[in-house]
Every structure is written in structure tokens, then in C-alpha cells.
């Protein structure tokens, strides 16, 4: 019986959980959106975010209001579904790099049952050369492609990035030389303000060099 009645408050409490993870359903598409993320919410496996990790990305960019979005590994679209449900709110868009055919296709199509293809501008290619070439400037920027590169795309990234924005880095938690050395850099630049929960780290821009 107690073992059972364990059972029940858990699922409750993940349920909760689960839903309180999911921003207010206000519109059409925040409906379309929800009820993607939640079909899918067991497949999202091939190099994707966990949900509450997508949320987090959600929120930076709805408190600071952010319009202009880079992501650097888009996988199958997880955490660009979380980032563009954002933007649509903002008014903004996301520009996107995955370097896997078949994961992009993949995305691509999330994208679109999403309801969310008109946010994303969904790039295939290597992101080591599409990144340095990217034009413009930008507010926010979601790092999750190989860790062996982060540095290399915060550098790329920072002289685009406007003063107040944030370069947001995923799997800082990971125990490797080449994080190290990604965080004691980014930690080093007295122009951002860096903070790491778990296993995300946000860089915030401060100032120009």
C-alpha cells in the first residue's frame, strides 16, 4: 500500500513538475508548440537539451527581450523549438547551424509541426566556418555543438555580440581540458559577467573591449 501510494505522489509531482516547466498558453501557437513538445517529449535524444534546460533558454530571452539569435548546434531542434516559441513572442529570429544532414532534415520538419518555421533560419554546414562568417549583430547566442570548439565560437561570436547580450554555453558541467579552458576564458574577459548553473554557463556582455 505505502509503496503504491509512493507511486501515485510521484507521478503527481512529475506531472507537476513537467507543467510548470511549460510557459503560459496565451495564443494559437503556444498551443501548437505545447502540444509538439509534449508528443514528442520522449524522443528527444540525438544530442538534444532536456527540457527544463529548453525553459531556461526561453526565459533569458524573454526577460531580456531579445530579438537577434544564434544557436550553434541545432541537432534534431529541441532547443531551437524553445528558442524561436521565445522569439515569437519578441518579434525576433534564430539563426541556426547543424552540420549532420540527417539531423537537420529532421529539425527542419520538427520546425514546421512546431508551427515555429517562419522564427528559424535553419542552416546546413560546418558551423567552424559558418560561425566566423556570420554578419550582423546579436543579442543572444546558444552554444551546444563540439566542446572541443566552444572558445573558438565564443571568440568568433563576441565581436557580434551587442553590448547586454549573452552567449549561453551548454554541457559546461563535463569534466574536460577543453571546457576548462572555455571557461577559464570566458571567466577571464572583465566585458561579460559569467554565471554557471549546472550545466549551463551565461555570459553576459557588459561593455565593448
Given at each position: 500500500?505505502?509503496?503504491?501510494?509512493?507511486?501515485?505522489?510521484?507521478?503527481?509531482?512529475?506531472?507537476?513538475?513537467?507543467?510548470?516547466?511549460?510557459?503560459?498558453?496565451?495564443?494559437?501557437?503556444?498551443?501548437?508548440?505545447?502540444?509538439?513538445?509534449?508528443?514528442?517529449?520522449?524522443?528527444?535524444?540525438?544530442?538534444?537539451?532536456?527540457?527544463?534546460?529548453?525553459?531556461?533558454?526561453?526565459?533569458?530571452?524573454?526577460?531580456?527581450?531579445?530579438?537577434?539569435?544564434?544557436?550553434?548546434?541545432?541537432?534534431?531542434?529541441?532547443?531551437?523549438?524553445?528558442?524561436?516559441?521565445?522569439?515569437?513572442?519578441?518579434?525576433?529570429?534564430?539563426?541556426?547551424?547543424?552540420?549532420?544532414?540527417?539531423?537537420?532534415?529532421?529539425?527542419?520538419?520538427?520546425?514546421?509541426?512546431?508551427?515555429?518555421?517562419?522564427?528559424?533560419?535553419?542552416?546546413?554546414?560546418?558551423?567552424?566556418?559558418?560561425?566566423?562568417?556570420?554578419?550582423?549583430?546579436?543579442?543572444?547566442?546558444?552554444?551546444?555543438?563540439?566542446?572541443?570548439?566552444?572558445?573558438?565560437?565564443?571568440?568568433?561570436?563576441?565581436p557580434k555580440i551587442v553590448v547586454g547580450g549573452c552567449f549561453v554555453a551548454h554541457n559546461v558541467d563535463q569534466r574536460s581540458r577543453d571546457i576548462r579552458d572555455f571557461i577559464e576564458y570566458i571567466e577571464s574577459r572583465d566585458n561579460y559577467k559569467t554565471t554557471i548553473n549546472g550545466a549551463i554557463s551565461k555570459s553576459y556582455k557588459t561593455k565593448e573591449k
Amino acid at each position: 500500500m505505502k509503496i503504491r501510494l509512493f507511486f501515485v505522489i510521484f507521478l503527481i509531482s512529475s506531472a507537476n513538475l513537467t507543467f510548470a516547466q511549460f510557459p503560459e498558453i496565451k495564443t494559437d501557437l503556444d498551443r501548437k508548440v505545447k502540444s509538439f513538445l509534449e508528443e514528442n517529449a520522449n524522443s528527444w535524444r540525438d544530442l538534444n537539451v532536456p527540457l527544463a534546460d529548453g525553459k531556461v533558454l526561453y526565459d533569458i530571452i524573454i526577460e531580456k527581450k531579445y530579438r537577434a539569435a544564434v544557436e550553434i548546434g541545432t541537432s534534431t531542434g529541441h532547443s531551437a523549438i524553445w528558442i524561436a516559441w521565445a522569439l515569437s513572442k519578441t518579434g525576433g529570429k534564430l539563426v541556426t547551424f547543424e552540420i549532420d544532414p540527417n539531423r537537420h532534415r529532421q529539425a527542419v520538419e520538427n520546425f514546421k509541426k512546431a508551427g515555429l518555421s517562419d522564427y528559424i533560419d535553419a542552416r546546413l554546414g560546418n558551423a567552424h566556418e559558418l560561425v566566423p562568417a556570420l554578419k550582423g549583430k546579436y543579442e543572444f547566442v546558444f552554444s551546444d555543438a563540439d566542446k572541443d570548439w566552444y572558445k573558438n565560437y565564443f571568440i568568433a561570436m563576441d565581436p557580434k555580440i551587442v553590448v547586454g547580450g549573452c552567449f549561453v554555453a551548454h554541457n559546461v558541467d563535463q569534466r574536460s581540458r577543453d571546457i576548462r579552458d572555455f571557461i577559464e576564458y570566458i571567466e577571464s574577459r572583465d566585458n561579460y559577467k559569467t554565471t554557471i548553473n549546472g550545466a549551463i554557463s551565461k555570459s553576459y556582455k557588459t561593455k565593448e573591449k
